[in-house]
DNA sequence: GCCTACATATAGAGAGCCTACATGTAGACT
DNA sequence: AGTCTACATGTAGGCTCTCTATATGTAGGC
């Protein structure tokens, strides 16, 4: 229904950013679409976000960019180096831990009693 | 193993907070040692954290604090208000949200093709 | 006396997500 | 020709929250 509270995703812009880039190069605003259509209209990320992050992205190493023009509109199409695909790897594996860890304190009655270790 | 990245954490922390507070009332140094315990040790909250978060907290009215001496040593203890319970209860909602929508863009192949919608 | 555990609090730093604004092309409609 | 929307990228400044570092004080063991 709504969108997901801003603050709530501090710290995993970059898993979802590159997430969304590991099947094919994309240009932020196509991004910015692939976003909203993976999350079923949940995500509406403003440019304002996702330009910057991109271009943090790439100065860390994790992403590349080379320019085209397209229909007459020029894109900045950014794609996954091996370093950013390492990097997408620690993240979903670092959101699977986070996700256990909240999920334990918010929930711990959900906790099976044999699955305790 | 490793702590939660501090950055994730944001936005998530209130409803750590409260969670903790919905079984009985705590003082804050307790708060800490109770999310410490409840995520496995995982989760090392600073005080610089967890003290300013509760005055925020009880500032907004979802927590109420009252002071006790115990064992020649001041605490601050706090409890949910009723605002605090509903609260509560739409941080959950939410968290189960924030996971799914996050989980649909990381890990989108993991969706089940029955469970679209 | 010194150290550790218990217990609370504040100041300032740091980071990143957001709003708002700026810039420009292409195509449809009037 | 003028206007509007969709496409496309970018920056400046604000805001909020978490963290680090520091300060204060009690109780108990050595």
Known sequence: MGDV?????????????LSVLEDEPLHGYAII??????????LTVPTG???PALRRLERVGYLASEWATVGGRKRR???????GTRQLAGERSAWREFT?????VLEPDARRPEAAG
Do not use: C, F, Q, W
Request: glycine fraction near 14%; avoid cysteine.
């Open 5 to 17: 509270n801003p603050d709530a995703l501090r710290g995993h812009m970059d898993a979802l950013l």
């Open 33 to 42: 679409e692939a976003l909203t259509a993976r999350s079923g209209g949940a």
């Open 49 to 51: 976000t996702v330009y």
């Open 77 to 83: 199409t950014y794609r996954l180096t091996s370093s």
């Open 100 to 104: 256990g860890v909240i999920g334990s």
